[in-house]
């Protein structure tokens, strides 16, 4: 069953799992930890951070499912949380009251880090009233401008999210400022490699369309007064692939400002689902990457 929208992946979570968080002295993040072990969407937690302000928030009926990793330096905490993961204590690692680069810098560490494939990337999900489905855009927090390559290695960091969302053939749009191939614009001729390389079957389980607007990609009457209603992608976009960071993460914090969007992120490309949250971000938010990590997990943890 494809999953449309949070409350349906709160339903279908997975409880047997131990959560690492890189700094957990935190009121949003331990708020997030504490609901996520409430409502048994994971069953313990490691927590490196500082012991003493955790205890102050934690609450008693929990101490007994966290184990508390004392940690004051950012890097040493985020190693310590990455350690937990690749021993195999912990199956999904979650960023808390650190810096990013201190963070992914333990994960991309060339001797005990966890990154898997060659490139790590970021998508954020959204649900959304004026949306009939889930909508995920990248990369909206790693990649400033992911060459042609990047941009085929973005698209299939996510083939274990999607099938972890019930979505068996994912339709990506590649967004570009206009739906004609130009050589001034490099989005629009990588867009249509890309498309080229989906209906060659190089990128099995994803089928690519473009170069559109994103008024095509996701509106069927946009599509239509374009002509371009015979695409398979074209107004009914699962996943919007953006040619550079800015266009992606202003899309993703407009969705969050003006349209009411629930949302959740990833990191992707390591060896267990990655939660890269703002430090601004909400405890429901933290919750939404959380569930977000337990569908993307590799089947074999």
Not at 135 to 151: C, E, F, R, S, W
Not at 177 to 198: H, R
């Given at each position: 069953m494809t999953v449309k929208s949070f409350l349906q992946l709160t339903q279908q979570s997975r409880s047997d799992i131990c959560l690492a968080v890189a700094g957990a002295d935190d009121a949003e993040v331990l708020d997030a930890v504490v609901m996520a072990l409430d409502r048994g969407l994971i069953a313990s937690a490691i927590l490196c951070g500082d012991r003493i302000q955790i205890r102050k928030t934690l609450p008693d009926r929990l101490r007994s499912s966290v184990e508390l990793v004392p940690a004051g330096d950012a890097a040493v905490c985020a190693g310590l949380a990455v350690s937990a993961v690749r021993s195999g204590d912990a199956q999904i690692l979650m960023k808390g009251h650190i810096d990013s680069a201190s963070y992914l810098r333990a994960v991309v560490h060339r001797d005990v880090g966890i990154r898997q494939s060659g490139l790590l990337s970021n998508v954020t999900v959204a649900e959304m009233p004026s949306y009939p489905?889930?909508?995920?855009?990248?990369?909206?927090?790693?990649?400033?401008?992911?060459?042609?390559?990047?941009?085929?290695?973005?698209?299939?960091?996510?083939?274990?999210?999607?099938r972890g969302?019930?979505?068996?053939?994912?339709?990506?749009?590649?967004?570009?400022a206009s739906e004609k191939v130009s050589d001034a614009m490099p989005a629009t001729t990588d867009a249509a490699a890309l498309t080229l390389q989906s209906r060659q079957g190089k990128l099995p389980g994803f089928i690519v369309d473009g170069p559109f607007g994103y008024d095509v990609a996701v509106s069927h009457a946009a599509a239509k007064s374009k002509g371009l209603t015979e695409s398979p992608v074209a107004g009914g976009a699962d996943l919007l692939l953006f040619s550079n960071i800015e266009a992606a993460n202003s899309v993703v914090k407009a969705w969050k400002f003006h349209g009411d969007a629930k949302t959740g992120s990833l990191v992707l490309g390591a060896q267990?689902?990655?939660?890269?949250?703002?430090?601004?971000?909400?405890?429901?938010?933290?919750?939404?990457s959380l569930l977000l990590g337990v569908a993307a997990m590799p089947k074999s943890l």
């Amino acid at each position: 069953m494809t999953v449309k929208s949070f409350l349906q992946l709160t339903q279908q979570s997975r409880s047997d799992i131990c959560l690492a968080v890189a700094g957990a002295d935190d009121a949003e993040v331990l708020d997030a930890v504490v609901m996520a072990l409430d409502r048994g969407l994971i069953a313990s937690a490691i927590l490196c951070g500082d012991r003493i302000q955790i205890r102050k928030t934690l609450p008693d009926r929990l101490r007994s499912s966290v184990e508390l990793v004392p940690a004051g330096d950012a890097a040493v905490c985020a190693g310590l949380a990455v350690s937990a993961v690749r021993s195999g204590d912990a199956q999904i690692l979650m960023k808390g009251h650190i810096d990013s680069a201190s963070y992914l810098r333990a994960v991309v560490h060339r001797d005990v880090g966890i990154r898997q494939s060659g490139l790590l990337s970021n998508v954020t999900v959204a649900e959304m009233p004026s949306y009939p489905k889930l909508i995920a855009a990248t990369d909206n927090g790693i990649v400033p401008v992911p060459t042609l390559q990047q941009k085929r290695q973005i698209i299939l960091n996510t083939a274990e999210l999607y099938r972890g969302l019930g979505v068996s053939e994912v339709r990506v749009a590649a967004v570009a400022a206009s739906e004609k191939v130009s050589d001034a614009m490099p989005a629009t001729t990588d867009a249509a490699a890309l498309t080229l390389q989906s209906r060659q079957g190089k990128l099995p389980g994803f089928i690519v369309d473009g170069p559109f607007g994103y008024d095509v990609a996701v509106s069927h009457a946009a599509a239509k007064s374009k002509g371009l209603t015979e695409s398979p992608v074209a107004g009914g976009a699962d996943l919007l692939l953006f040619s550079n960071i800015e266009a992606a993460n202003s899309v993703v914090k407009a969705w969050k400002f003006h349209g009411d969007a629930k949302t959740g992120s990833l990191v992707l490309g390591a060896q267990v689902p990655v939660l890269l949250n703002s430090r601004s971000d909400s405890a429901e938010r933290r919750l939404n990457s959380l569930l977000l990590g337990v569908a993307a997990m590799p089947k074999s943890l």
